[in-house]
T-cell receptor, first 114, second 110 residues
Framework: DSGVTQTPKHLITATGQRVTLRCSPR?????VYWYQQSLDQGLQFLIQ???????AKGNILERFSAQQFPDLHSELNLSSLELGDSALYFC?????????????FGPGTRLTVL | GQNIDQPTEMTATEGAIVQINCTYQ??????LFWYQQHAGEAPTFLSY????GLEEKGRFSSFLSRSKGYSYLLLKELQMKDSASYLC???????????FGRGTQLTVWP
């Protein structure tokens, strides 16, 4: 158990819909990262937050957005869903901002878009 | 660039030693991470190399050559439970994002 929690574990929805994925980092960790893992793309970085502020953006679509709240939990919002958005979405957390910190991954949310 | 290359699949037998290689463009990263991921589960941290050389941690060791853009993960005394995907990831920059390779699926046979 990494100490990172994600809900829900599974999500099945239809094209065009909007969903929200939730992540609680390990106690004390200020950085939260979101990754998408699909069969054909591997693990892709989406976005990073540090202490409530967006710090880095990766291959995140405009239909996707995220935020980190004062209690440090984070939400990833996916809208106008397409079949290709079906993937495992992982949240990870680390203690610091820099890239030499080990990242601890949550169990993931498996999103299926029908 | 951040291209990270590693073999797609490897197989080995129980008790053997296997080396999983990873190459990357040298301008991309300050350090190299290795993660293990069982099917459908979260990646778990194995090692982080920021200096050249070999880091040993039990049955697992990781090597880095920054000038050559090359790393490997060495797994000794293989066990069935080592069957998993091994992900090489570039990182160590001022921001925490990791650039992952596609992963090497290791199958350990009895």
């Amino acid at each position: 158990d990494s100490g990172v929690t994600q809900t829900p574990k599974h999500l099945i929805t239809a094209t065009g819909q909007r969903v929200t994925l939730r992540c609680s980092p390990r106690s004390g960790d200020l950085s939260v990262y979101w990754y998408q893992q699909s069969l054909d793309q591997g693990l892709q970085f989406l976005i990073q937050y540090y202490n409530g502020e967006e710090r880095a953006k990766g291959n995140i679509l405009e239909r996707f957005s995220a935020q980190q709240f004062p209690d440090l939990h984070s939400e990833l919002n996916l809208s106008s869903l397409e079949l290709g958005d079906s993937a495992l979405y992982f949240c990870a957390s680390s203690g610091g901002l820099a890239g030499d910190n080990e990242q601890f991954f949550g169990p993931g949310t498996r999103l299926t878009v029908l | 660039g951040q291209n990270i290359d590693q073999p797609t699949e490897m197989t080995a037998t129980e008790g053997a030693i296997v080396q999983i290689n990873c190459t990357y463009q040298t301008s991309g990263f300050n350090g190299l991470f290795w993660y293990q991921q069982h099917a459908g589960e979260a990646p778990t941290f194995l090692s982080y190399n920021v200096l050249d050389g070999l880091e040993e941690k039990g049955r697992f060791s990781s090597f880095l050559s920054r000038s050559k853009g090359y790393s490997y993960l060495l797994l000794k005394e293989l066990q069935m439970k080592d069957s998993a995907s091994y992900l090489c990831a570039g990182g160590g920059s001022t921001l925490g994002r990791l650039y992952f390779g596609r992963g090497t699926q290791l199958t350990v046979w009895p």
